[in-house]
């Protein structure tokens, strides 16, 4: 028999063997393929955080350059400042409406200086200049200002001007520039506002401060000279001072006091508001203000003494040697500098005699200073005892005894330009002088500590009163102060 010869040219494990060859090719053309794709995506990442990387130094680029646009800004600004102020130094001693140049860090330089843009504050700003100028000898022939009266004079003509009128850079240094703003720019101020709208903002703020509905708002009877104050009750009948402002108010500064006094000094807290550039939020302090209460020798003696306690009790652990040398000497010398002195004599002689002697006050530890303790910013109790002591916002860090200058006002009167202690007074200045010193350090309980002190007080009292860093002069009745 014959057999019939197989067809298939492969044998099982042959192709058993194709089959795993051509499985292995798969897997492994497959596997090149997933590292490519693996690569693929680590260069798309890279070049994503390629691109993440050059954003944000671009960012950073962009950050340098606004930082460096307004450091040129700033210093711009201090360079306009600087030349206008040395230029307006004695028109700001001659109207209460012009803004405060605050008595702080030397000598400060405002961002801006320009006068009121509606028509009324700068109708009565530039007639107070008129009529207080001649009196400073401000515009004799070769004086500080001179050509200045014919410049201040035409304003009354540009009054009617829809754009702002704003004072443009000297163009020499005894004459004023004014022209129109180039662009008519709308400044908040606290000035703008009514009574009316004052009190609808003061409930909102409170509403937005409390997260409760006040139910009733009034102007308070007793306004600053630059801010508006409203009084608003709440249902639980707390009450709090809403106070709208055009200055920053120095939140540390209050918070440090409220550190060092504790609740005799009423917290402060700033607040948004779209109608003034501020708007802070005080707790009222219940009761009278000393200036409105009719009170016996015995009730203000305590109160002076308590004052003197307070004062004595602000003591803070730094040195004074660099605030002196900074701050203190400097300000006696632009108070020569500036003068005039030529109806002064004595008073340019006290000055000197005070400088001489501010060396002295480097033994002093720092303190912080009340610069205006007064009866309308102590509040009694019904009981016409102390309560607390408010007005904290320009408080400034100088050596001690600067701030003890009040004693002053305590205890003495002034008549016919003389400084008198009377029979009432006389307690007072003694009570707040014992518990002051009470509080001195015992290495000051000597006669150069002593000597030092008083230095520091007559110079807090030429500083924080009669010559407020140019801006207020030197009066007659202030020399036997000194």
């Known amino acids: 028999m014959f057999s019939i010869p197989c067809t298939s040219s492969s044998t099982p494990s042959e192709i058993s063997l194709v089959h795993v060859q051509l499985m292995a090719d798969l897997a492994r053309i497959l596997s090149n393929m997933e590292k490519n794709q693996c690569a693929l995506i680590e260069q798309q990442k890279a070049a994503t955080e390629q691109q993440r990387a050059l954003v944000e130094q671009q960012k950073f680029n962009a950050r340098q350059q606004a930082e460096q646009q307004n450091l040129r800004l700033e210093q711009q600004k201090i360079i306009a400042g600087c030349a206008l102020r040395n230029e307006l130094r004695s028109i700001n001693s001659c109207a209460k409406i012009w803004h405060r140049l605050p008595p702080l860090n030397g000598d400060p330089l405002p961002e801006d200086i320009r006068f009121p843009t509606d028509v009324w504050t700068l109708q009565r700003f530039t007639g107070k200049i008129g009529a207080a100028s001649p009196r400073r000898g401000l515009w004799d022939r070769g004086g500080y200002l001179a050509g200045t009266s014919r410049d201040v004079k035409n304003i009354h003509s540009r009054l009617a001007l829809e754009t702002p009128i704003t004072l443009c850079r000297?163009?020499?240094?005894?004459?004023?520039?004014?022209?129109?703003?180039?662009?008519?720019?709308?400044?908040?101020?606290?000035?703008?506002?009514?009574?009316?709208?004052?009190?609808?903002?003061?409930?909102?703020?409170?509403?937005?401060?409390?997260?409760?509905?006040?139910?009733?708002?009034?102007?308070?009877?007793?306004?600053?000279?630059?801010?508006?104050?409203?009084?608003?009750?709440?249902?639980?009948?707390?009450?709090?001072?809403?106070?709208?402002?055009?200055?920053?108010?120095?939140?540390?500064?209050?918070?440090?006091?409220?550190?060092?006094?504790?609740?005799?000094?009423?917290?402060?807290?700033?607040?948004?508001?779209?109608?003034?550039?501020?708007?802070?939020?005080?707790?009222?302090?219940?009761?009278?203000?000393?200036?409105?209460?009719?009170?016996?020798?015995?009730?203000?003696?305590?109160?002076?003494?308590?004052?003197?306690?307070?004062?004595?009790?602000?003591?803070?652990?730094?040195?004074?040697?660099?605030?002196?040398?900074?701050?203190?000497?400097?300000?006696?010398?632009?108070?020569?500098?500036?003068?005039?002195?030529?109806?002064?004599?004595?008073?340019?002689?006290?000055?000197?005699?005070?400088?001489?002697?501010?060396?002295?006050?480097?033994?002093?530890?720092?303190?912080?200073?009340?610069?205006?303790?007064?009866?309308?910013?102590?509040?009694?109790?019904?009981?016409?005892?102390?309560?607390?002591?408010?007005?904290?916002?320009?408080?400034?860090?100088?050596?001690?005894?600067?701030?003890?200058?009040?004693?002053?006002?305590?205890?003495?009167?002034?008549?016919?330009?003389?400084?008198?202690?009377?029979?009432?007074?006389?307690?007072?200045?003694?009570?707040?002088?014992?518990?002051f010193a009470a509080r001195v350090p015992e290495h000051l309980r000597t006669p150069a500590g002593r000597g030092a002190l008083i230095t520091a007080m007559q110079i807090g009292f030429l500083y924080f009163s009669v010559y407020i860093d140019g801006v207020k002069g030197p009066l007659k009745r202030y020399w036997s102060s000194l």
Not at 182 to 193: G, H, I, K, Q, W
């Open 170 to 435: 000297p163009k020499s240094p005894t004459q004023l520039v004014f022209a129109r703003a180039p662009t008519p720019m709308a400044r908040l101020s606290f000035e703008d506002l009514s009574n009316d709208q004052a009190i609808a903002e003061a409930k909102e703020v409170i509403k937005r401060f409390m997260n409760k509905t006040p139910v009733d708002a009034t102007p308070c009877s007793t306004q600053g000279a630059f801010s508006r104050s409203v009084a608003v009750t709440l249902e639980d009948q707390s009450k709090f001072i809403v106070q709208f402002k055009d200055e920053d108010i120095d939140l540390a500064i209050v918070s440090l006091a409220r550190t060092l006094l504790g609740d005799i000094v009423p917290p402060v807290n700033l607040v948004w508001t779209s109608k003034a550039p501020r708007a802070y939020v005080t707790p009222c302090v219940p009761g009278p203000v000393w200036e409105s209460c009719d009170c016996t020798v015995e009730n203000e003696t305590l109160i002076a003494s308590t004052l003197g306690d307070i004062v004595g009790s602000l003591i803070l652990p730094y040195e004074s040697a660099r605030v002196v040398d900074d701050v203190v000497i400097p300000y006696l010398q632009r108070v020569l500098e500036r003068g005039p002195f030529y109806r002064f004599k004595k008073f340019k002689a006290k000055i000197e005699q005070l400088l001489s002697n501010a060396e002295t006050l480097k033994i002093l530890p720092l303190a912080l200073c009340h610069i205006d303790i007064n009866r309308s910013n102590v509040i009694l109790t019904e009981e016409k005892a102390f309560a607390a002591l408010i007005d904290w916002e320009q408080a400034a860090i100088l050596p001690l005894g600067m701030g003890a200058w009040c004693v002053h006002r305590f205890s003495t009167r002034n008549r016919l330009r003389k400084d008198i202690i009377t029979e009432s007074t006389a307690p007072m200045g003694r009570a707040f002088r014992e518990t």
